[in-house]
């Protein structure tokens, strides 16, 4: 097998580079949208569309509301500028981890119902985490 063939076979295939762009826009959307309604809704507001928000400090939820916006910007930023793209790694993992501990609230909440869209964003942050971390990472810009 000639050099060219294996660089060819060990290169991450386009179905999968497309997938792990599509999931870090869908992250990141997601991920944004909350954190910004979070940090810029008032409380009462925010209480009607989410009742949580209203049981707990607002130093909580405006938190709550920058962990999102922290990972819904270090899942994509990094890896479109090329400009330390590991961090597209560590938002992954953060991401995972904040579902993770988001569907525990709301089981423990009695709020199962709400939980679907936290799978998904498990799901796909895992998948990013997976293929940024080891199948397609993307390299650093080089200055």
Known sequence: MSTTA???AAAPGRALRIGLWTAQVLISFVFT????????TPIPQLAAMMP????????????????????GIGI??????RIMPR?????????????????????SRGEA??????????ALS???LWG????????????
Do not use: M
């Not at 949208?33 to 810029?40: E, I, R, T, W, Y």
């Not at 961090?87 to 089981?107: D, N, S």
């Open 6 to 8: 294996l660089e060819t």
């Open 33 to 40: 949208s909350a954190g910004l309604v979070k940090l810029l």
């Open 52 to 71: 949580w928000a209203g049981e707990y400090s607002e130093t909580f939820v405006r938190a709550i509301a920058l962990i999102d916006l922290a990972g």
């Open 76 to 81: 994509l930023l990094p890896a479109l500028t």
């Open 87 to 107: 961090l597209t790694v560590l938002a992954a993992l953060g991401c995972a981890v904040l579902q993770i501990f988001a569907l525990v609230f709301h089981v």
């Open 113 to 122: 119902p709400v939980t679907p869209l936290n799978l998904v964003l498990l």
């Open 126 to 128: 895992v998948f990013v």
């Open 132 to 143: 940024r971390g080891r199948k397609a990472p993307i390299a650093p810009r080089q200055f």
